[in-house]
């Protein structure tokens, strides 16, 4: 019986290392992850196994929800103010305007991984008066990094692969096949979401020094900020606190606070705020600078946002 079981493991181990080479070769090998829009209404879904391309890796979405299924890797993962220690089968769970990266310990391994990318009113739309299929990602309530189960992982990996594969399919009915699978992926991310107390636990990576350097740019970042006023307030040298920020979470103090900085500063276009207020409110005391800035972070000035 025991020689059975292995042999079917063996199978399955196979098989399923087939299909994952064959939803590789079909996907697009260098999709560039960290767009802030989808070009799909409603989802995308992928499956990578390549690092990043781009050298800054801080991004975050705009009107859309990420789901982050970790297969293998040697990293760890920034989400918002927490980063964590990624082993196969940890979800992330990341809202719109939330900046998040990966911080690679070693770039040498294969960094398998998958991503489903839903537009905030289509999965409200999919929800019912008695199940919020958006409760995942209230960081209010649960934390964006839990660890699904051997079970949970293997319902959801199906389905993403099914759901991947229609990507080249345009037959009828396709569209409401693609809505039962994403149906049943949020059904089973929010019920592990609820469990995810009686389960194993994310570890997380704290740094108290690094925490209070964010929680500083995120109380300040409508100030002018600089390596020297950051390391004064924290009484360490500029050298110090370069060097601590870059080798916790991968990325420099500068790039940091630009992104950090462009962000907020689309939030408040949108609201209707007259872009000459918003760079003072986003901590840029030359208009020409702040122009300069959003037109390297968006391509275009902040009067071509859409609101």
């Known amino acids: 019986m025991m020689i059975c079981n292995v042999i079917e493991c063996v199978i399955q181990l196979v098989c399923n290392l087939c299909e994952w080479r064959r939803v ?42 990420e789901l982050y299924f970790f297969l293998s890797g040697d990293v760890v993962y920034q989400v918002g103010d927490e980063q964590y220690s ?29 991503f489903l990318w839903l537009d905030q009113a289509y999965v409200a739309g999919l929800s019912s008066a008695d199940t919020d299929l958006e409760a995942c990602f209230d960081a209010r309530v649960f934390r964006p990094g839990i660890r699904l189960s051997a079970d949970t992982l293997q319902a959801c ?19 409401l096949y693609a809505k039962s699978l994403i149906i049943q992926i949020m059904l089973h991310v929010n019920l592990a979401c609820r469990q995810q107390e009686l389960g194993e636990s994310v570890a997380v990576r704290r740094s108290d020094f690094v925490s209070g350097v964010l929680d500083y740019i995120h109380e300040n970042i409508d100030r002018p900020m600089s390596l020297d006023t950051i390391a004064g307030a924290f009484f360490v040298s500029k050298g110090a606190l370069a060097r601590r920020f870059a080798d916790q ?59």
């Open 24 to 65: 590789i070769l079909a996907a697009k090998p260098r999709e560039n992850l960290t767009r802030r829009t989808m070009r799909h209404p409603h989802y995308e879904a992928f499956f990578f196994d390549h690092h990043y391309d781009s050298s800054v890796r801080v991004h975050y979405h705009d009107r859309f929800y």
């Open 249 to 307: 979470l991968g990325v420099t103090v500068y790039q940091y606070i630009v992104k950090r900085r462009m962000m907020v500063a689309q939030k408040l276009l949108r609201e209707g705020m007259p872009a000459t207020r918003v760079s003072l409110a986003v901590g840029y005391t030359d208009y020409s600078a702040f122009y300069k800035a959003f037109c390297k972070e968006f391509g275009s000035g902040p009067a071509a946002l859409d609101r």
């Open 86 to 114: 990624m082993t196969p089968g940890t979800l992330l769970l990341i809202a719109p305007h939330v900046l998040h990266w990966p911080v690679f310990v070693r770039e040498d391994t294969p960094y398998l991984r998958m």
């Open 157 to 175: 990996r199906g389905l993403m692969l099914r759901l991947l594969a229609l990507k080249e399919q345009s037959r009828y009915g396709t569209d």
